[in-house]
């Protein structure tokens, strides 16, 4: 036996299900209680609850993390500009630390001396889960039922028939689905061939660009100190604003991801995502950052940002580093105030306007009208000084 009472990362699926009386059948646990963070999801989370009661849990909780998941880790990642690979805002990615902490509160609230998620041995959550329990409280066993019973998608389904949890999953519908409120990640099926072109069942969030509106939705984000707080003039708490940004971006057949992407486990993946509401928000932001960061800075943040994704990513939400990471972001992000104005149509957002209070945008240097004021003789001096060592290299090679 490995633990008496045990809590439970649930989410209602196959295998979180299965997990339930595996943990109590196979290894001993006593008292499972199963946790269901509400991160947006959209489902009926009361079903949930009593989907893991029927299931053999001793106890099921509901907890609504959504405005700790936007203000704590969406806007955060936001602010970094995180994007992994160049391409994916880490939605799912984003929410494991967060379900971790909440596991942790849990498990030491109720006496628990061990907790259990339903990851798999190859993918990229069990390690999110692991280290971010790990640096939460080290003393905390964490069980991994999936990642040993050596069972089949097949065999799963069946184990967990014999305990009355019926399978979900249809043979039409062979997708594995994570959903949040910041976006969808699908993947299995026909999507495991890079080839094979996505079947339209598999997007809920966006529509297709066939079927979206043929005239342009412009949008206005207003931002402060690098975090969205209005849209098209309205103040609104970030749930709602993630919540209005999903749809209208989503009509607008923006947010779909299709990409083949590295594993930290080592194998390469194709994912679909749809984040509509990060696409944009990210967009606006790296907008807002060009108006009013200076050069060195914006050239020196890209680095950090690149090195944030991976933290993310790779399941270092609470390593040393992106702490530090988080102190120099915060410091960029004093001035990033402003509002963005986006025109998203047929599949795509572009930023058309943008302005700040504290934008680093001279019009008279920049223009070329007669209200120029850039003083076009000082150029001649710097191109020389700029230019000199370039010349006593190209002097000494001849």
Not at 299 to 310: C, L, M
């Amino acid at each position: 036996m490995r633990a008496k009472k045990v809590v439970l990362a649930y989410s209602g699926g196959v295998d979180t299900s299965v997990c339930i009386p595996y943990l109590k059948h196979e290894w001993g646990v006593e008292q499972v209680v199963a946790l269901a963070a509400d991160l947006g999801q959209g489902e009926d989370l009361e079903a949930v609850r009593h989907k893991a009661l029927a299931s053999g849990a001793a106890q099921a909780i509901v907890q609504d993390a959504r405005e700790d998941f936007v203000y704590d880790y969406a806007f955060a990642a936001l602010r970094a500009n995180a994007l992994y690979e160049g391409r994916y805002p880490l939605a799912t990615a984003l929410a494991r630390p967060l379900i971790a902490r909440i596991l942790v509160k849990c498990a030491q609230a109720v006496g628990a001396d061990a907790v259990a998620h339903g990851c798999t041995g190859k993918g990229n959550d069990q390690v999110r889960f692991d280290v971010s329990i790990g640096a939460l409280d080290p003393k905390l066993k964490v069980l991994a039922p999936a990642r040993e019973w050596g069972m089949s998608r097949e065999e799963t389904i069946a184990y967990g028939e014999r305990y009355g949890i019926p399978a979900p999953v249809k043979k039409k519908s062979p997708y594995s689905i994570d959903f949040n409120l910041l976006g969808r990640s699908v993947e299995c099926g026909v999507l495991e061939d890079p080839w094979a072109e996505p079947p339209e069942e598999v997007y809920s969030m966006t529509r297709s660009v066939a079927d979206t509106p043929d005239q342009p939705t412009y949008i206005e984000l207003e931002f402060e100190r690098g975090v969205p707080v209005a849209l098209d003039g309205t103040s609104l708490s970030g749930v709602k604003l993630v919540g209005e940004l999903n749809r209208l971006a989503g009509e607008n057949g923006v947010g779909r991801i299709d990409m083949v992407e590295n594993r930290l486990v080592g194998i390469k993946s194709r994912e679909i995502y749809e984040c509509p509401a990060g696409v944009v928000l990210i967009l606006a932001h790296q907008a807002l950052e060009a108006l009013t960061l200076p050069r060195e800075v914006s050239t020196y943040k890209r680095g950090v940002e690149d090195t944030y994704a991976q933290l993310v990513y790779n399941g270092l939400w609470y390593s040393p580093l992106r702490g530090a990471l988080d102190g120099f972001i915060d410091f960029t992000q004093q001035r990033v105030s402003g509002i963005v104005r986006l025109r998203l149509h047929k599949g795509t957002a572009t930023v058309v306007g943008r302005k700040s209070p504290y934008s680093l945008y001279d019009g008279d240097l920049a223009t070329y009208s007669e209200g120029d004021s850039f003083d076009h003789k000082a150029a001649e001096g710097f191109i020389y000084v700029w230019g000199l060592p370039t010349r006593i290299y190209a002097q000494v090679r001849r």
